[in-house]
């Protein structure tokens, strides 16, 4: 017999589970039909299980036959385990040459015998011990802060710098084509400008699914607390009493312009539910709504090309946020809770499911 039908045969074997249930079943006088269709097997395995127990009085099965391994043994497997161990960054090219195997048995032994995968670099919010016990503390009041204000909206705003610029994924934007000699310069090609124009954004949504219109700073203007003021008493009250009437609170994360004392001051006079800055955690993205989710909503449908002015980058910033619908609104901002409990339970450590660009469309899409 060939020696793959040999092998076909060995897995069949191995693969075979009761094999003393149809010994048992023989002895007590059931027919080869009987047994097979008890414990559920074909023909061929039964008449092996019982010429394999009359040959040598059990039914261990056979080693499997083939050339012994010279590459996967035990010793390199030890060896490639204390390596990534060691440095679990070490690169496969690295690792194979200083064990002295190819990279295709290296590959091997990592997947098939340790049984490891290969995981991307996670990029993470640096927090300080100090942050961590206010994010702690903070996010208790917080979450007790929403638990008791049923009756209000609660409205979370935020800034953000896009520019004209394309933003590009080096590990997910790829091209195809026969060669690279095939396809345009530009469509294979990202181009980087020195210091590409910009706009910086200003935007807040609510918890019953509302958000606000898009403010837009103008160009070289730094936002200090004189900026963040006028755009506070011209566009973001008159929109929040105008559609919440005086059941809403305002939140703002601690950017210097919002945690100024006259911005302050300005806030708790006119917003009737405001959180001052020694209610906001410090090194938070991963709280507010607009970071977490609504921001990279806005980035994937604005970045994925570039733009050939700051006008037409503004268009199509209006546009994408026309199309952000009242369900992806409610849904982001009803995750800050359990991001608040989970926050807790990690001891005010960076929540762990903090979401990138796509897992945050996906998740709330």
Known sequence: MHLCSFIQVFRRWNTCPDRDQIVALKEAGLTTMQVMKKVNVCRKTVYNVMKRYKETGNTTSKP????????????????????VQRNPRRSMRATAKEVNISRTSLRRIVKQDL?????????????????????????????????????????????????????????????????????????????????????MVWAAVASDGSKSPLVFIQEGVKVNSQVYLQMLEEKVLPWCTNVFGNQYVFTQDGAPAHT????????????????????????????????????????????????????????????????LDAETVRRSCQAVPSRLQENRLCSGDCVSHILTHFQAVMSFR
């Not at 938070?284 to 970045?303: G, Q």
């Open 64 to 83: 499997i036959p083939g050339r012994k391994r010279s590459v996967r043994t035990k010793r390199n497997v030890e060896r490639v385990k204390k390596r």
């Open 115 to 199: 049984g490891l995968k290969a995981l991307k670099m996670q990029h993470r919010q640096l927090i300080s011990a100090a942050s961590k016990k206010k994010r702690l503390d903070r996010g208790k009041m917080m979450l007790q802060e929403i638990q008791s204000a049923t009756d209000k909206v609660m409205v979370w705003s935020d800034e953000k710098m896009f520019t004209v610029q394309a933003v590009v994924n080096s590990q997910n934007d790829r091209v195809y084509a026969h060669s690279a000699q095939h396809l345009p310069e530009g469509c294979r090609t990202h181009f980087r400008r020195q210091k590409p124009a910009g706009v």
């Open 260 to 323: 100024s004392n006259i911005t302050q001051a300005w806030c708790k006079q006119h917003f009737p539910g405001f959180w001052d800055k020694n209610m906001w955690p410090p090194s938070s993205p991963d709280i507010n709504p607009m970071d977490f989710a609504i921001w990279s909503i806005l980035e994937r449908d604005v970045s994925r090309m570039s733009h050939s002015s700051v006008t037409a980058l503004k268009t199509a910033l209006m546009k994408s946020w026309s199309k």
